[in-house]
């Protein structure tokens, strides 16, 4: 079996996979202040929770967007498994050609996201990861990764707008019953949900006017499932988008 783990700023989420199939995938926080020792007993609870064992484990692959996270779960892989992973990265093979001014400053998420979406979706394809940040990756018909947008992600526009309010309350990004709000918590969900609803929309329809060509629209991340059902821009919302990208790119650098 191959593990397949995306560290991201927010949670770092692990998919299991069997013969290329997912068959368990679990969600923990990021913290950097976790030890090696502390990752090693989730990993090993979140393996027999799938009914397998350290042993059924023939590697495992990392996109980290934390270093000082890799740091310590790289460790524990090396004690908890006996296993190096495999890290996204310079030297390691995607089969994407990354058309950016420096290649090596896009975040290994976005670049196993936009593998997973090409070799599942086919390309042309627009890349939406909708995490702590929301990033917007193009991908033409033939693999190259040709433009990268990179704003703030739903929660974490939220969280400064109640962060740097006296009266503002933490609420739940949803999809409000009406924008006819008539209360604190009611106008922050509408007024959340549909100005960033709008930038999104509007973000697809520029790639749509300067690429001139149709593109499927593929979103992934902890907060992709948050528009589905109120637009028809976005094609396919798939969670597990990184961890198809990351077991392609497994693939090709495996001997
Ligand atoms: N199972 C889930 N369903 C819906 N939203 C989630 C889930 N888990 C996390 N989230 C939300 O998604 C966001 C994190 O998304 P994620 O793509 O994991 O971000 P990152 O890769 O930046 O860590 C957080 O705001 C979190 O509250
Ligand atoms: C843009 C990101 C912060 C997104 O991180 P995430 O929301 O997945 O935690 C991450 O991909 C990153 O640090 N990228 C490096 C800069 C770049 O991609 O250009
Ligand atoms: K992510």
Known sequence: MLIAVDIGNTNIVMGFLDEGKIVGSYRLTTKVEH????????????LSLSGYE?????????????PKVMHSFRSSLIKFLDIDPMVVGPGV???????????STLGADCLADCAGAYYVYGG????????????FNYV??????????ITTGIRTAAAALWGN???LPEVEITRP??????????????????????????????FRDEIGEDF????????????????DLIDVVDPDLIFKGMDVIYEKNAD
């Open 124 to 135: 042309p394809v627009l890349v939406i990861d909708f995490g702590t940040a929301t990033t």
């Open 54 to 66: 350290p042993d059924d484990v023939d590697d495992v692959i990392v996109a980290s967007v934390v």
């Open 140 to 149: 033409d018909e033939r693999g190259t990764i040709s433009a990268g947008l």
């Open 177 to 206: 019953d009406s924008i006819i709000a008539t209360n604190t918590k009611d106008a922050m969900q509408a007024g959340l949900y549909y100005n960033f609803l709008g930038g999104v929309e509007r973000t697809i329809q520029q």
């Open 93 to 103: 093979k995607t089969g994407m050609n990354v058309r950016i001014d420096n290649p």
């Open 35 to 46: 030890t090696s020792d502390e990752y090693g007993m989730m990993i090993t609870q979140f």
């Open 216 to 231: 499927k629209v593929v979103a992934t991340g902890g907060l992709a499932s948050v528009f589905r059902d109120d637009t």
């Open 165 to 167: 309010t006296a009266q």
